[in-house]
C-alpha cells in the first residue's frame, strides 16, 4: 500500500499511516477520553488480530475526489466497529464504508488512470490494532493527524479479581490520562512496545520498550509503578506481560519475512 501511495504522489505518505478508519473525526470533551479509551480496550479484548482483502481501486468522487482501496471481504471489520462506534466514539455521519485510502484528494483525470491500470488489483492486509488519533499543530506550523494512544487486538487481559484485580494492555503509545497519572521518570518517553497496568479503571504503572538488551542479548523492559501500590506484585506481571508480547511481535515479524 505504500508503495502504491508513492507511485501516485500521495502528499500524505510519511504523515499518515495505511489504516482502515472505524469512528469518523470527531471532537471529544476532555471527560470523555477515558470512556473512550476504554471502548478500545473492551474491543481489544474480545476481538484478535484479523485479515481484510483490499481492491481494486475505486472514488468517492464527485462527492469527495479520493482514491481508495474499498474492503472486499469485511465482516470481522464490521464487528470491530461495532464495538468501538458507540458513545462518546459517534455521531452522525455518511454511511459506513471501510477503505484504505491512497490519495485523499486527486484529479479526475489521475483517478481514471489508476482505476484503469490496478482493475485487477487485489491483496490481503493484517489489522492488528486499534489507534486513537488527534490532530496536531507541528513545529512546522501543519496540522496533522499523530497517534495518541494505542491497543493491540488481543493485548488485553484481566489478571487477579475483586479490588486487586490489574488489567493489561499491550500497544505502542502510552495515553496522555496515563501519563499524566503515573508521571514516569523526568525525560522518559515511552513507545515501541508498552504495556500499561490499570485497577479499578485507573491507571498504576507500565513498561516500555528499553534502550539497551540485558547481559544476555535479551530485551529488558523498563517498568514503572504508581508509588501507593508498589509492593503488590505489578512490576513483576508488568515486566512478564512485556516480555510475552515482545516475544509474540518478534515471532509474527519472523514468520512475515
Request: hydrophobic share 50%; charged share 25%.
Given at each position: ?13 510519511d ?6 478508519t472505524?469512528?469518523p ?5 476532555s471527560?470523555?477520553?477515558?470512556p473512550a ?5 473492551a ?6 488480530p ?8 475505486a ?6 475526489a479520493?482514491?481508495?482501496?474499498p ?11 461495532t ?16 477503505h ?19 482493475a485487477?488489483f ?5 489489522v492488528?490494532?486499534?489507534?486513537m ?15 495518541l ?11 487477579g ?12 503509545v ?5 501519563l ?10 515511552p ?14 504503572g ?7 538488551p ?6 529488558v ?5 504508581e ?8 512490576g513483576t ?6 516480555l ?14
Open positions: 500500500m505504500q508503495a502504491l501511495r508513492r507511485a501516485l504522489g500521495d502528499p500524505d505518505l504523515h499518515v499511516a495505511p489504516h482502515l472505524v469512528v473525526p470527531l471532537r471529544l470533551r471527560a470523555e477520553l477515558e479509551l476504554a471502548l478500545l480496550r474491543a481489544a479484548r474480545r476481538h484478535p484479523f485479515e481484510v482483502l483490499l481492491g481494486p481501486p472514488t468517492f468522487a464527485p462527492v469527495t479520493t482514491l481508495h482501496l474492503v472486499l471481504e469485511g465482516e470481522r471489520l464490521a464487528g470491530l466497529r464495538a468501538v462506534f458507540r458513545p462518546p466514539l459517534v455521531r452522525e455521519t455518511h454511511p459506513y464504508v471501510p484504505v485510502t491512497l490519495l485523499a484528494s486527486a484529479g479526475a483525470g489521475r483517478i481514471a488512470a489508476a482505476c484503469e491500470l490496478l485487477g487485489r491483496t490481503a492486509a493484517s492488528h490494532r486499534l489507534t488519533v488527534a490532530r496536531r499543530r507541528t513545529d512546522d506550523g501543519a496540522s496533522r493527524w499523530a497517534p494512544a494505542d491497543v493491540d487486538l488481543d493485548g488485553v487481559r484481566a489478571v479479581a475483586g479490588p486487586l484485580a490489574v488489567e493489561l494492555a499491550a500497544g505502542t502510552a495515553d496522555p490520562p496515563s499524566a497519572l503515573l508521571a514516569p521518570p523526568a525525560g522518559t518517553v513507545a515501541g512496545l508498552v504495556v500499561l497496568a490499570r485497577r479499578e479503571g485507573a491507571p498504576v507500565l513498561a516500555w520498550r528499553p534502550a539497551e540485558d547481559g544476555a542479548g535479551g530485551p523492559p523498563a517498568v514503572f509503578v508509588t501507593a501500590v508498589r509492593g503488590q506484585g505489578i506481571l508488568l515486566r512478564r506481560e512485556w510475552f508480547r515482545d516475544a509474540r511481535r518478534r515471532a509474527a515479524e519472523t514468520v512475515s519475512r
